[in-house]
C-alpha cells in the first residue's frame, strides 16, 4: 500500500524523491489511515495536519486518544515512514483527509522522531510475520510538498487546489481489500491440502467389511462432509477473485482517463467479498485443524 499509493497519489516531483529509496528499501513504509475511533468511515479520521504560514510546514497532531493511527501493518517495529492520512486544515478551514508523507523514525538508531510516539499491537491474526503498530503525534512538522500532490495541493500561500478527482484516494484504498479477497482461496486451499492428504494417511478402526485394515479418515462420510463443502468453496473463491482482479484493472485504467464509472460496484464486490471471503477462509481452516486429530 505504501509504494502503491505513492505511484498513484505522489507528483513526478515526489516521485523522483521516494520511489527509488522506497524500491531499495532505503524508506521502509507503512499505510496509516486506520485510527482507534475511525477505520473504513476515512471522512470520520480525526488527525489533524495544520498548515503554518510561518514556516511553510504542516503540522501534524493527534487530538485525541481516538484519533491516534491503530492497526497499520509493520508500523511498530519495522518502518521509517508513513503515508499518513490527516485532515488538512489551512486559514481556518477544513478540506477534508489528505495523504502526507511522515518521516517516523530516525534512519540513523531507529528511534521515533520527535513528537512520535509509536508502539507495537501485535501480530496479525494468521499472519505473525505481520505485526501492527500505533502511532500518536504531538505537533510534528513536515514540509508543506510533502502532501502527496498529485490530485490535491497547497500552494504556499495557503490556497487548496483541486488538480483532479479525489474520488482516486478511495481507489487506492481498495486495492488492500482486493489483496484480502484474493488471499482467503489461497490460505483455505493450502489448509485443505494438509488436512486431505492426512485424511487419506491416516487410517482409524477396523469398519471395512471382510478386510483387517483401518479405514480411511476421508472414507468416513462425517469427515467428507466437512472436507467437501469447504473445497468447492475454494474453488468458487478462485474462480471469482480472477474474475475481480480483472475487474479491478479494468477499473484503475479508466480512472486514470477520468472514468469512474466502475467504482461503485467495485466498492460493493470488494466489501461483500471481503467479508464473505474472510468468514469462510477462518471458518474453513479451523474445521481442517479441529479434524486432523486423531492420534490420541
Known amino acids: 500500500m505504501f509504494m502503491y499509493s505513492i505511484e498513484k497519489l505522489a507528483s513526478d516531483e515526489q516521485h523522483s524523491r521516494w520511489l527509488e529509496p522506497t524500491k531499495h528499501f532505503n524508506m521502509i513504509g507503512c499505510y496509516a489511515q486506520t ?18 504560514p510561518k514556516t511553510d510546514e504542516f503540522v501534524l497532531h493527534t487530538p485525541n486518544i481516538k484519533a491516534a493511527k491503530f492497526w497499520p501493518g509493520d508500523m511498530g517495529h519495522f518502518c521509517s515512514h508513513a503515508i499518513v492520512f490527516a485532515r488538512l486544515r489551512s486559514k481556518g478551514k477544513d478540506y477534508g483527509v489528505q495523504p502526507f508523507m511522515v518521516q517516523i523514525r530516525d ?17 496479525k491474526y494468521g499472519y505473525h ?7 500518536v503525534m504531538n505537533q510534528v512538522r513536515i514540509p508543506r510538498n510533502d502532501m502527496l500532490n498529485r490530485f490535491t495541493n497547497l ?17 487506492v484504498m481498495m486495492l ?9 482461496p489461497m490460505y483455505l486451499a493450502g489448509a485443505l491440502k494438509i488436512g486431505v492428504r492426512y485424511a487419506v494417511c491416516r487410517r482409524q478402526f477396523k469398519t471395512m467389511h471382510g478386510s483387517k485394515q483401518e479405514r480411511k479418515l476421508m472414507d468416513y462420510q462425517s469427515h467428507m462432509v ?3 463443502p469447504y473445497l468447492a468453496k475454494a474453488y468458487a473463491m478462485y474462480a471469482n477473485t480472477s474474475y475481480v482482479k480483472d475487474l479491478f484493472t479494468e477499473m484503475m485504467k479508466r480512472i486514470s482517463q477520468d472514468d469512474f464509472s466502475l467504482m ?3 466498492h460493493h464486490i470488494l466489501s461483500g467479498f471481503k467479508v464473505t471471503f474472510s468468514d469462510w477462509t477462518h471458518l474453513g481452516i479451523d474445521c481442517v485443524r479441529q479434524n486432523c486429530g486423531g492420534a490420541g
Not at 488492500?176 to 482467503?184: E, F, H, M, N, S
Open 35 to 52: 485510527e482507534l475511533g475511525h477505520g473504513s468511515n476515512v471522512a470520520g479520521l480525526e488527525t489533524t495536519a495544520t498548515w503554518d
Open 107 to 123: 534512519l540513523n538508531n531507529w528511534e521515533p522522531m520527535p513528537g512520535v510516539e509509536l508502539g507495537d499491537v501485535g501480530a
Open 129 to 135: 510475520s505481520k505485526e501492527n503498530g500505533f502511532m
Open 155 to 171: 500552494d504556499k500561500d495557503g490556497e487548496f487546489e483541486v488538480i483532479g478527482d479525489l474520488r482516486i484516494i478511495y481507489g
Open 176 to 184: 488492500i481489500r482486493l489483496q484480502i479477497v484474493c488471499g482467503g
Open 226 to 228: 466437512k472436507f467437501a
Open 264 to 266: 461503485d460496484v467495485m
